[in-house]
């Protein structure tokens, strides 16, 4: 696969999702480009705004497996990864994979669950496995997880460790659609779900091929220099009590790249890196408290950070 064809089949993707997503393109591509970069995707919004639509729609058009998984403050860790179950006519045990088997995995209202289920997805997410009474077994590939939280209904909500938000690439906000979409909505479901009518238009052969053609994107010393020098003002900074991590350096250059294989380029430049920043380091920074009571948030630290520092410029 060519790099131009890989990017007009990414295209084709971007616009089966946007049928059940209206006027969220930045959303989508934003989305899609943490799946070309092998990560995985935290959604933190109001209800109803297209979650759990979202990704339905990603699994749709890429002809993926989807499984959903409805995180309860019962639910249990072998509900997310299976367990053993006896089979008396070999008398032996046999594994019964869980609901994490599947190339697109929503896991939705994460934080309604204990910390320990949420640990659950801890192996799953970062080594693309599952051990389970000693055996090891391998997730289909692509694996990507969507999980989401209401960040307005806090009551019995568990929040995110911060080894688990740091598992995830970006987070993401949907938000509410514009005037002229949300009527477009209305028209269009009458009668039916948008996403019901999404029919494939990649395999999930195609997505892994497309994700190693996204990690072949060439990325400049002084881009990498750049991506260290943002990651590293975030642990300086007198706001932050935690900065990102070295595992938030990674994610920022893979989604640089994923943006830059989108837009057609086959190298990456600070508007990448910018662009993506936001997305992928805010979840991995703590502001301390009497910055948050004035109203500081990791977004706003980031943006100051991006502000402050030399943008290199590419030979």
């Known amino acids: 696969m060519t790099i131009v064809s890989a990017v007009e089949r990414a295209a084709r993707v971007l616009d089966a999702v946007e049928i059940a997503i209206t006027g969220k393109r930045d959303v989508i591509e934003a989305a ?15 209800p109803g705004v297209g979650k759990t639509t979202l990704a339905k729609a990603f699994a749709r058009s890429l ?16 509900d997310v990864t299976g367990t053993s179950v006896f089979n008396q006519k070999q008398s032996e045990f046999s594994f019964r994979p869980g609901p994490v088997f599947a190339n697109v995995v929503l896991a939705d209202e994460i934080n309604r669950t204990s910390p320990k289920t949420q640990s659950a997805l801890l192996e799953c997410m970062e080594e693309r496995q599952v ?4 055996q090891t077994y391998r997730l289909p590939q692509p694996f990507f997880v969507i999980a989401t939280q209401n960040n307005i209904e806090m009551s019995g909500t568990y929040p995110l460790p ?6 995830f690439a970006a987070r993401l906000s949907i938000g509410y659609p514009g005037r002229e979409a949300e009527l477009y909505i209305l028209e269009s479901q009458r009668m039916t779900q948008a996403v019901d009518s999404i029919q494939p238009v990649m395999t999930p052969a195609e997505v892994v091929e497309l994700q190693h053609l996204v990690r ?4 400049d010393a002084s881009v990498r220099e750049y991506i260290v020098d943002i990651v590293e003002a975030t642990r300086n900074l007198e706001e932050t009590y935690l900065g990102a991590s070295p595992r938030g ?6 989604l640089s790249q994923a943006r830059a294989f989108l837009q057609g380029r086959p190298y990456v430049v600070p508007d990448d890196v910018k662009a993506c920043a936001v997305q992928a380091l805010a979840h991995r920074i703590i502001v301390r408290p009497e910055y948050r009571i004035k109203g500081t948030d990791a977004a706003a630290c980031i943006k100051r950070v991006l502000s402050s520092i030399r943008v290199p410029v590419l030979p």
């Open 32 to 46: 899609f480009c943490v799946l070309l970069a092998n990560g995985h995707l935290l959604i933190e919004d109001i």
């Open 63 to 78: 002809g993926c497996d989807f499984k959903r998984i409805q995180f309860t403050p019962d639910l249990l860790p072998s």
């Open 131 to 134: 051990t389970v009474d000693g």
């Open 162 to 167: 911060e080894a688990q938000l740091d598992r």
């Open 216 to 219: 072949s994107v060439r990325v």
């Open 249 to 254: 350096s990674l994610a920022l250059m893979h």
